[in-house]
C-alpha cells in the first residue's frame, strides 16, 4: 500500500499571499494525484486531479504541480474562503490512499 | 446535476449492524465504480469498502473485512453498506464517493454529505 505523507500538518498564512501545500508518495505514483479541499462541516470536494489540472468550479488562483513522489498545490492570493483541510490522494493503483491533511488556516 | 445522497446513518449499539445507502441521481450510474469513505470525529478521511460499476468486484479495507459488505442495484442506481459486528471505532461520517471511472483507481469526482454512524451502548 503506497503511504501519502502532507507537510506542513498545519499551515497558517495571511490573506493574499501565497500557500503551498507538500505531498508525498512512499513510491511513484506517476501524475496520478488528486488533492480535495474540506471545509468544516462539508463533505470533501475535489480540487485538482492529474496533479495539475484544476477541478470544474475551481479558481485559477489554486495549481498543482510534481509527478513520481512529490507534489505541491499552490493557492496564490489567499482568500478566507480558501480556509480547509486540504488532502492529496494517489490513485495509481488500488488501494487508492490519501493523505492525512494539511489544515490551511487564513489568519 | 451529479449527486450522492447517503442515508441510513445512526446510533447503534457494539455488535449491531446497520445498512447504508447512496443513491445516484444526474449521471449514467452504472458506469462508474463507488467507494465508501469514512471520517471519524476530527480525524482524516479512510476508504472504507469500493466496487466496480458492474458490481462484480469488490474490495474492503482490513479494518473492515469480514463486517462490512458492500453491493449496488445498478436499477436502482443505489449503492448499499451492510455493517455487521459494529464497533466504537467504527463511528464516523460515511460518505460515499463517484469514481471518474469504472474501477475504483481513481480520483472521486464527486462525493455525497454523509451520514452519520455512532456506535456506543
Known amino acids: 500500500e503506497i503511504v501519502m505523507t502532507q507537510s506542513p500538518a498545519t499551515l497558517s498564512v495571511s490573506p493574499g499571499v501565497r500557500a503551498t501545500l507538500s505531498c508525498r508518495a512512499s513510491q511513484s505514483v506517476s501524475s496520478n494525484l488528486a488533492w480535495y479541499q474540506q471545509k468544516p462541516g462539508q463533505a470533501p470536494r475535489l480540487v485538482m486531479y492529474g496533479a495539475s489540472t484544476r477541478a470544474t468550479g475551481i479558481p485559477a488562483r489554486f495549481s498543482g504541480s510534481g509527478s513520481g513522489t512529490e507534489f505541491t498545490l499552490t493557492i496564490t492570493s489567499l482568500q478566507s474562503e480558501d480556509s480547509a483541510v486540504y488532502y492529496c490522494q494517489h490513485y495509481n493503483a488500488w488501494p487508492a490512499t490519501l493523505g492525512q491533511g494539511t489544515r490551511l488556516e487564513i489568519k | 446535476d451529479v449527486r450522492l445522497l447517503e442515508s441510513g446513518g445512526g446510533l447503534v449499539q457494539p455488535g449491531g449492524s446497520l445498512r447504508l445507502s447512496c443513491a445516484a441521481s444526474g449521471f449514467t450510474f452504472s458506469d462508474y465504480a463507488i467507494t465508501w469513505v469514512r471520517q471519524a470525529p476530527g480525524k482524516g478521511l479512510e476508504w472504507v469498502s469500493a466496487l466496480t460499476a458492474s458490481g462484480r468486484n469488490t474490495y474492503y479495507a482490513d479494518s473492515v473485512k469480514g463486517r462490512f459488505t458492500i453491493s449496488r442495484d445498478n436499477s436502482r442506481d443505489t449503492v448499499y453498506l451492510q455493517m455487521d459486528s459494529l464497533r466504537a471505532e467504527d463511528s464516523a461520517i460515511y460518505y460515499c464517493?463517484?469514481?471518474?471511472?469504472?474501477?475504483?483507481?481513481?480520483?472521486?469526482?464527486?462525493w455525497g454529505q454523509g451520514t452519520l454512524v455512532s456506535v456506543s451502548s
Open positions: 464517493a463517484k469514481s471518474f471511472w469504472d474501477v475504483p483507481r481513481g480520483y472521486f469526482d464527486c
